[in-house]
């Protein structure tokens, strides 16, 4: 026998989707969709709806509030967003994208009817389940509400299972409001819409100041009651987080029923870049979407 | 585990009949340094002279056949405004490696924890390590060698074979039914009681010459308890932020994904290059936030992962303490002291 080495070719290696850890084939996939609507909302952000086009991959592409996927022009580059849209609806992806990179200033330009590849669902979601039967707080700071939409959709869907809801927001100015459109609709499904900006401007009616304001106003004077069954859901800006998890933890909300979504660098999604570590913990795999005790549990988290 | 023993001069042999059908990596001298010490690097061979079977650490470890600095993920072909992708592992062959120590066995068997044996595995990464074959060579301690510290010191697996020098002989343990297979074309024996007792005594000298060490003891717990510590800051004012440690790291993983689009606009590449974490944009966001913007905090968040984070995955660390990083530091900076100074000892 000749002592020649046999070559081992691993792409001949069959897909393996129900072992994640024996699938070779789902690293660099990426389902093909189309950018079937562009929706401006300021001069900054834009809503995509993306649609994985296979039909069978259109029925199986299912996600949670607050997972991310990673969406890629090709050429232009390839990064995480969170899913911005209702999970009950299939196969298909809305994405809140500001302005703030070659990806994202390349993507303005591009309109419906594009290709785009997506990578993904990614990351933990907010446990909407386990929040049957009690009150929810969502708290977003500017560009924070855009992985709400989704928990938020969820809550409208569902509105019967909840208690209380609030959503607490706050942005820089009026100008910078996003989902100006819908929120008729959130108050009509009987979601308390407690907005606050920190510049006013002459048309503004409603309250000016920090969120923290605005949330203290909806904790003061409850009975521990509503602070035991509350869950609270929290993103926004690095500088929101503490003062508005130490808020909450005075009031004794638990902590594991604090919910942050973190935002980091991410090159891969899939625990292998480690551009996305807080300490030495992947916010891609065990994130985005952390509560509040393990938060803690972080080094450089918030 | 098999063992067996051989004349010296059969390893020339079974380099030779190897090298006749497939494509080898080994030591090799590639210069001498400012004191004159050879420097070594692995690199493809054909001819058994040049393989220096008795080097030192290379200043590079043999991660380019495995996690090459840089390769493409994939490639698109545009056309009227609709792309295609092609996926290539960019694994050819099999690539026979002729005399790797036990640090950098152990450094391929924790990338393999990660890389190939977590959610996600990396099929780039998996092409290439499932077409390895491993000699693996005994060495003599350097002064800067701390892996006895880390446990890296022998290789329990992740090799073919093994081989020890014994003096006149080579003792070697098999682990694959290939290696048995291509020791058939030499002349081995069975090694006798002499032989182990041999085999012993040349592993209880090699222990006598470690020099350099790190106390791993509760290491996790006190790199949080120490993570506020003013040494982060002093070794942070002496680091460069350079990158060079996770370059010549074997364990070093880390990377950053570009596209770009071809010259002639018809087609486009994704391209994976290795990064580390000392480099000042690593963990900058859009918009501009950097969550490690001073060199310190940079540099203590290698260590955390290198000597908490993973320990706290995988239960053992991802240093295999072949002293690499401090050798090739600009700016000094070594782990053994960097541990010591967070245990509560002195920068020098």
Redesign the interface.
Known sequence: ???????????TQPPDTQR?????????Y?HRAEITSVYPLTDMETIYRIQVIDPEERRRFKFVPGQFVML????????PFSISSSPSIHGEVELCI?K??NL?NFLSKVGRG??V?IRGPFGTGFPMEEMRGQNILLIAGGLGLVPLRSPIAYVQENRSHFKEVNIIYGTKSPAHLLFQYQYDVWSKDDINLNIIVEKTDPAWKGSVGLITESLLKILTGRDSEFYHNTYAIVCG??VMFKFVCNMLNKFHVPMQKMFVSL???M??G??????C?????YTC?KGPVFDYWTVMNL??AI | MIFRIFEKKELRSLFEILAAHNKIVGPVEIGRDKDKNPVYAFAEVSDFNSIKLNYTTTKLPAKRYFLPFQEDLSTFRIEAGNWQKTIDYNAKEPLIFFGLHACDINALNKLDKVLLHSVYPTPYYAAKRKNMFIIGIDCVPQSFCFCRSMGSDTALHGFDMFITDLGAKYFVEILTDTAYNFLKNIKTEEPKEKDHVLYMKTAAERNKKFTAQVETTDLAKILDMEFQADVWKQWGDKCLACGTCSNVCPTCYCYGVEETVNIDLKGARKTKSLYSCNLIDFAEVAGGHNFRPERHTRLKYRYYHKHRGFVEAFEESLCVGCGRCGQSCLAGINVPEVIASVRGGKIK
């Open positions: 026998m000749k002592p020649k080495l046999k070559f081992t070719d691993v792409t994640r850890k024996n699938d070779l084939s789902s690293f660099e990426t890629e022009m090709p050429g232009i580059g390839e990064a500001r703030a990179g994202t594009s290709h590849g800006p690095p935002e980091r660098r090159h891969c899939m625990g292998k870049c480690c551009r570590n807080v300490g030495s913990t795999l080094k450089e």
